[in-house]
C-alpha cells in the first residue's frame, strides 16, 4: 500500500503494535504510524482526525497524533487509511501512573486547553457524547454482565442516578475527546505523556473528558484535577462520575471478556476498570 500511494515512505521499517480497537495500528519507522480500519464500520473517525486535529495540536500542551499523509481505498485494502504521527510512551493500559500530582495537573491543562467553544463546523455527538439519561440502555448491560465482585450495586446505581438527575450542558459546545480511557493515553517518567485516538472526537457536553478524573489518575487525583480545571460546575462533576462509573464498568467487562478468551477482550482492562469504579465509589 506505501509503496502503491507514498513509495518516499515503503523503506521504512514497519511493525505491528499491539492493542487498537477500532482501527489497527503499524509502527513505521521512528516518527509515524500507519492507523487502518478494522472494527469502525465508517470512514468518518478517519476523516475527523484528518480534518481536525491539525487545528486542535498547536494549542494542546501534551502531543496528540495528527495526520501525515492519507490513504485511499484500493483492490488490497478496500478502506481509508492514513499516516499519523506517533505519539512516543506506555499506553496507561500496560503501565502505572506514579507521579499522581504532576499527572492531575497535565491531565487539567490539557483539558482546559482542549475545551474551548468549537466553530460551527465541528463534527456533533453521537454514541458519545449524551447526556447519561441517554445512556442508561448501555449503562444496564454493563451493570448486567459484569462480575461486580465487592461492589455493592446499589452504590454504583446511586451514583449513575445522580448523574441521571443532573442538569444537562447549557453552555456552547466545546471540544471533546470523547474517549479517554487507560487504553487512549500514554505515559512516560510515571506521568501522563500524550493523549491518541481521537476518533471519537465531537463538540459538545465537556463531561465525557472530565470522568477521566477517577478512570486515569490514582485515588486523590480526581480532586488535585478539578481544583486545577476550575470552569466545571457542580451539574457536570455529577454527570462526570456517573460516565466514569458507567466506562469503569465497560473497562470491567472488556477484561472479563479478555479473561474468558472471548474475541475483542483484554484482560488487562479489568484491572484498571476494578481501580477506577473504586475511586469512582468512594469519590476520590
Known amino acids: 500500500m506505501l509503496r502503491e500511494q507514498h513509495p518516499d515512505l515503503a523503506e521504512l521499517p514497519i511493525r505491528e503494535v499491539a492493542g487498537g480497537w477500532g482501527n489497527q495500528m503499524w509502527r513505521l519507522g521512528d516518527d509515524l504510524a500507519v492507523r487502518m480500519q478494522r472494527m469502525d464500520k465508517g470512514s468518518d473517525p478517519q476523516l475527523k482526525e484528518r480534518r481536525w486535529l491539525p487545528l486542535l495540536a498547536a494549542r494542546l500542551p ?9 490513504g485511499t481505498p484500493s483492490e488490497r485494502f478496500p478502506k481509508i487509511w492514513t499516516v499519523m504521527t506517533w505519539v512516543e510512551g506506555t499506553p496507561l493500559d500496560h503501565g502505572s501512573i506514579t507521579r499522581g500530582d504532576h499527572a492531575a495537573d497535565m491531565l487539567a491543562a490539557f483539558l482546559k486547553a482542549l475545551h474551548v467553544d ?27 454482565a459484569v462480575d461486580l465482585g465487592g461492589f455493592a450495586e446499589d452504590d454504583i446505581r446511586a451514583v449513575w442516578d445522580d448523574a441521571v438527575a443532573a442538569f444537562e450542558w447549557q453552555r456552547p459546545r466545546v471540544w471533546v475527546h470523547g474517549d479517554l480511557h487507560p487504553a487512549n493515553v500514554v505515559i512516560a517518567d510515571g506521568t501522563l505523556a500524550g493523549i491518541i485516538d481521537f476518533g471519537a472526537v465531537f463538540a459538545g457536553d465537556p463531561a465525557w473528558d472530565l470522568a477521566a478524573a477517577w478512570l486515569l489518575l490514582p485515588a486523590g487525583g480526581a480532586a488535585r484535577f478539578f481544583d486545577g480545571y476550575a470552569q466545571a460546575d457542580e451539574a457536570t462533576v ?27 477482550g483484554k484482560p488487562n482492562w479489568g484491572p484498571a476498570g476494578r481501580s477506577a469504579l473504586d475511586r469512582v465509589l468512594k469519590g476520590l
Not at 454514541?127 to 454493563?142: I, M, R, S, Y
Open 238 to 264: 455529577r454527570r462526570a462520575r456517573g460516565l466514569a462509573a458507567m466506562k469503569s464498568l465497560f473497562l470491567m467487562l472488556m477484561g472479563q471478556n479478555g479473561d474468558r478468551g472471548l474475541p475483542g
Open 62 to 70: 501534551l502531543p496528540i497524533p495528527t495526520p501525515a499523509r492519507s
Open 118 to 144: 468549537a466553530p460551527a463546523g465541528a463534527p456533533d455527538s453521537s454514541d458519545f457524547g449524551a447526556h447519561p439519561k441517554e445512556c442508561t440502555g448501555g449503562f444496564e448491560h454493563f451493570l448486567r
